[in-house]
């Protein structure tokens, strides 16, 4: 593992730079922001995405549902932890002592990989409430289906990542930034992974706008069954008193 701080630290130690940022341009609150909010992200997502696993894990009936609830939470936990610790880490003076390109390499690494899955998995509770909403008697979407979808989204989020451990490098202030000679791959891989976003965009809009018309369709079904059924409740006490009125006479 490479290690920068001999070449770099006496440089930094003599500026207002922090590792992690070029803070020469930039004001120092931004950092403590940034920690800040990260900490926070930290407090909330590492004990929440545990329970949701530690709850999930005793459920011995799990839905199609659950498995993908399970799945992502095990990505946004990876995402509140590791991600958010190495990022703290480099607003701080620790990052000197510690920086490389393997580090920075698996942070990316992780950032794509957990940023990218969660989506693809939102993606696929949406298909799957579609499913259960608007199809409820097809089998299409089961817990074996989900199972493998689980697992295919694993592999392409694993593979949205991949490239982060050939283009990233610490520079010569400390950050990780994509090296010069793979800037065109880099943005047309960026340019690939923003296409899956606006397919995940328009997924979202046409499941729940279906979602939203079949519940609309639903519920106006049920409104006119109560309404028929009431009324003829109502004329039913009418049309016996007079058949007795008639059967009297």
């Keep these: 593992m490479q290690n920068f701080s001999d070449i ?6 003599s500026t207002e730079e922090i590792a992690g940022v070029y803070w020469t341009k930039m004001p120092a609150w931004v950092r403590y922001v ?16 545990s329970l949701i696993i530690c709850v999930q894990s005793r459920n011995r009936n ?4 659950d498995y993908f609830i399970a799945a992502m939470a095990m990505y946004e936990l990876v995402c509140s932890s590791a991600n958010a610790f190495l990022k703290i ?10 920086a490389s390109h393997t580090i920075c390499r698996f942070h990316f690494n992780s950032i794509y990989i ?6 693809y998995f939102l993606a696929a509770i949406a298909v799957d409430r579609y499913f259960k ?7 299409v979407y089961n817990v074996k289906t989900s199972k493998l ?8 989020g694993f593979l949205t990542g991949i490239s982060s451990y050939f283009v990233f490098e610490v520079d010569e202030h400390l950050e990780c930034n994509v090296a010069k000679k793979y800037m065109k791959l880099q943005f047309v ?16 809009i046409f499941t729940y706008v279906n979602i939203v018309i079949a519940m609309r369709k639903r519920i106006r079904t049920r409104k006119l069954t109560r309404y028929n059924s009431i009324g003829k409740s109502s004329t039913q006490p009418n049309t016996m008193m007079l058949f007795y009125i008639f059967k009297r006479k």
Excluded: H
């Design 8 to 13: 770099y630290l006496d440089f930094l130690n």
């Design 34 to 49: 940034e920690i800040s909010y990260l900490s926070v992200i930290m407090l909330i997502g590492i004990p929440g995405n």
């Design 62 to 65: 799990k839905s199609s549902t």
């Design 89 to 98: 880490v480099m607003n701080t003076k620790l990052w000197i002592n510690i």
């Design 114 to 119: 957990t940023a990218f899955t969660s989506s």
């Design 133 to 139: 909403t608007c199809k409820p008697l097809s089998n």
């Design 149 to 156: 979808i689980c697992l295919v989204v694993g592999i392409v």
């Design 189 to 204: 891989w960026d340019s690939c992974m923003l296409l899956s976003t606006v397919v995940i965009f328009l997924v979202f």
